[in-house]
């Protein structure tokens, strides 16, 4: 329990080097240690968050802490108090009150986090009003610890790295696109140009009412009693993050660390985002069967071949090699591309290490496989989620004068997501565009209005 008090006192950014004794800096280092052996982060230690009262500093302003807080987190605090340190008392008093608190291998740990991301903006600006930088305070503590400066942790969301990844994907769905259909970039533009907007407008509104299906589905994949708003910005969340991981994993990484904020244990989290992403594969491969057993229109023409409708049959091979063309397209990046194979690997072996750790959670998340009604919200929330999907894309098909059977847009948008979550590509950028080409073009859509 933490009680909660107002106290009075001025911020450490008003206070002088003489007004903040060594006591003091090793004391504020006791009750951040105290607290993260309480399992909470504060998430926001700067300047204006340090308070001076009594001669003592004091933690103050507790609205971006967590529970449990996670070690990046825990990190990030000792990153920040060490930094406040310094910039209220000079270096050297900072690291040699950290070292007394935390140990030397203990502030090694900490200094990966000494980095601009993690320090945040307040305080970098009152970085770059000292004569130091974050580097020599770097420096400084490593040679206290006696260990090398380490590389910085991985906890930076953007990067000139990540940018140019994601634009490497882009020119190699382009070029993947221009490889396997010849592109007329002129046809294209003039697609683009006489295009309703007001209809495209419709799709874009039509767009976030999608998550509410998914919203349902997790709310059916867990035991504990959750609610549907937290549920939904979760979903919108997960839209966000996997412009930076693969879209599989970015749902059960970020499924994960919301069930924790719940209560519920690591190893049935895990487990609980998983059987959520497998309940939406089961689905996608439902419809695919549904379209294919039923004699529903399907695909009309060979993938790659003329844009003219033959018959209305879906019983083209198309559909075989559009589905054999991305899996090979999966293998391919997984195993050619060093980020994703190493991402693979690290998967596998965390997988098998985790193994037996996780039985009994695992155990106790599978229960709702054996709750109808939770299979039946998991079930009907992808379900709806495809749909309506499906419903987006024949819409912005009709923005451009075309349109396809009901089926038709559920099987191209469920294969392109079946796919996409296999392939491990931050955001499928690149793989969803030359996916939904293919599939229009199986439908027998001109290759300009496909693209576009």
């Known amino acids: 329990a933490i009680l909660v008090t107002r106290a009075g006192g001025r911020s450490l950014r008003d206070a002088g080097p003489d007004d903040v004794s060594d006591d003091a800096l090793r004391e504020a280092w006791r009750q951040l240690l105290a607290l993260h052996a309480a399992g909470v982060s504060h998430g926001n230690i700067d300047m204006d968050r340090l308070q001076l009262s009594d001669g003592a500093i004091v933690l103050t302003d507790f609205r971006d802490a967590a529970v449990p807080g996670l070690p990046q987190d825990l990190f990030s605090d000792r990153a920040r108090l060490l930094v406040a340190g310094a910039l209220a008392c000079g270096q050297d008093r ?12 203990g502030l090694a740990d900490v200094l990966g986090y000494v980095q601009p991301p993690v320090v945040g903006r307040s305080m970098r600006r009152d970085v770059r009003e000292r004569p130091w930088k974050l580097n020599d305070l770097l420096a400084g503590a490593a040679a206290a610890c006696d260990v090398p400066a380490p590389e910085p942790a991985p906890v930076a969301r953007m990067s000139a790295r990540s940018l140019a990844a994601s634009a490497f994907f882009v020119v190699v769905a382009w070029a993947l696109l221009s490889w396997l259909l010849t592109l007329d ?4 533009w003039s697609a683009l140009l006489g295009a309703d907007w007001a209809v495209l407008g419709l799709a ?24 549907y708003g937290p549920a939904l910005m979760l979903e919108y969340a997960i839209q966000f993050i996997s412009l930076t991981l693969p879209s599989t994993a970015a749902r059960v990484g970020v499924q994960v660390q919301f069930f924790r904020r719940f209560g519920i244990t690591a190893a049935t989290a895990v487990t609980m985002g998983v059987i959520g992403s497998l309940s939406g594969f089961a689905v996608q491969l439902a419809l695919i069967l549904v379209v294919l057993l039923a004699d529903l229109p399907g695909f009309t023409t060979q993938v790659l071949g003329s844009a003219a409708p033959a018959d209305d049959s879906s019983s083209d091979p198309g559909l075989i090699v559009f589905a054999l063309g991305f899996l090979m397209a999966g293998v391919v990046v997984a195993l050619v591309v060093p980020a ?3 991402r693979l690997v690290q998967l596998v072996r965390a997988a098998r290490r985790s193994a037996h750790e996780q039985a009994s959670g695992a155990s106790e998340a599978l229960q709702v496989l054996r709750r109808p009604g939770k299979v039946g919200r998991m079930t009907g929330g992808n379900l709806v989620a495809q749909l309506l999907s499906a419903v987006v894309l024949g819409v912005c098909l009709h923005a451009f004068g075309y349109s396809a059977t009901m089926s ?3 099987l191209i948008h469920t294969v392109v997501s079946l796919f996409g979550g296999l392939i491990p590509v931050p955001g499928n950028i690149g793989v969803a565009e030359a996916g939904y080409t293919l599939g229009l073009r199986a439908i027998g859509i001109p290759s300009a209005e496909a693209v576009s």
């Open 185 to 188: 970039f002129a046809a294209i």
């Open 94 to 105: 900072a690291i040699s009150a950290a070292v007394s608190a935390l140990g030397r291998e």
């Open 340 to 342: 994703s194979r190493r």
């Open 204 to 227: 874009l509104a039509l767009s976030p009412l999608i998550q509410p299906g998914l919203a349902l589905a997790t709310l059916g994949s867990s035991l504990a009693r959750l609610r």
């Open 408 to 410: 038709q847009l559920v």
